[in-house]
T-cell receptor, first 114, second 110 residues
Framework: DVKVTQSSRYLVKRTGEKVFLECVQDMDHENMFWYRQDPGLGLRLIYF???????EKGDIPEGYSVSREKKERFSLILESASTNQTSMYLC?????????????FGPGTRLTVL | AQRVTQPEKLLSVFKGAPVELKCNYS??????LFWYVQYSRQRLQLLLR??SRESIKGFTADLNKGETSFHLKKPFAQEEDSAMYYC????????????FGKGTKLTVNP
């Protein structure tokens, strides 16, 4: 069973703080993704990574950065948190081969920026 | 650009009634379509994919390339089907990205 875990279920931060969201997967997946999930807007891709130290911007990368130093871990960084980054953040991972293109999701981190 | 449209944000049916969640996509190549589901307080998970041609929890979805649609259907809805449903598209070209629709919240009333 694929396990994708996220470091926190709930997080409250203040405007201007630097925020780290961590995601770990235990199935040796090459690809990892960060999404934000907002009512009425669905899932929007922030960044994804297809290999260690490799990353690509998604649809809404502004205000975010990522880090992938190890294959199993993908971090999302909010350099200076703002109230409009209050959201549910979902991490996902997938294989490049095998079960084609299915993404496995973590439980989500609900971030509130005050 | 690739796009997935789910025209209904909310859908409400009674238990035992048929349900259809609509999904249309725009992509000129050969698509791979998925339905993902998120039950209350659970993680998002794959429900079914078009290449498998299987029925999961009584749900089926047929890819109609002529109408560029991949509607999700179930003949008799159950209360436990209440959830958020997302349609997703994978396109050819090497990237593992999926394009998600905005989702439809299904409520099955007793």
């Amino acid at each position: 069973d694929v396990k994708v875990t996220q470091s926190s279920r709930y997080l409250v931060k203040r405007t201007g703080e630097k925020v780290f969201l961590e995601c770990v997967q235990d199935m040796d997946h090459e690809n990892m993704f960060w999404y934000r999930q907002d009512p009425g807007l669905g899932l929007r891709l922030i960044y994804f990574s297809y290999d260690v130290k490799m990353k690509e911007k998604g649809d809404i990368p502004e205000g975010y950065s990522v880090s992938r130093e190890k294959k199993e871990r993908f971090s999302l960084i909010l350099e200076s948190a703002s109230t409009n980054q209050t959201s549910m953040y979902l991490c996902a991972s997938s294989l490049t081969s095998g079960s084609p293109h299915e993404q496995f999701f973590g439980p989500g981190t609900r971030l509130t920026v005050l | 650009a690739q796009r997935v449209t789910q025209p209904e944000k909310l859908l409400s049916v009674f238990k035992g009634a048929p349900v259809e969640l609509k999904c249309n996509y725009s992509y000129s190549g050969s698509p791979e379509l998925f339905w993902y589901v998120q039950y209350s307080r659970q993680r998002l998970q794959l429900l079914l994919r078009h290449i498998s041609r299987e029925s999961i929890k009584g749900f089926t979805a047929d890819l109609n390339k002529g109408e560029t649609s991949f509607h999700l259907k179930k003949p008799f809805a159950q209360e436990e089907d209440s959830a958020m449903y997302y349609c997703a598209l994978h396109t050819q070209g090497g990237s593992e990205k999926l394009v998600f629709g905005k989702g439809t919240k299904l409520t099955v009333n007793p």
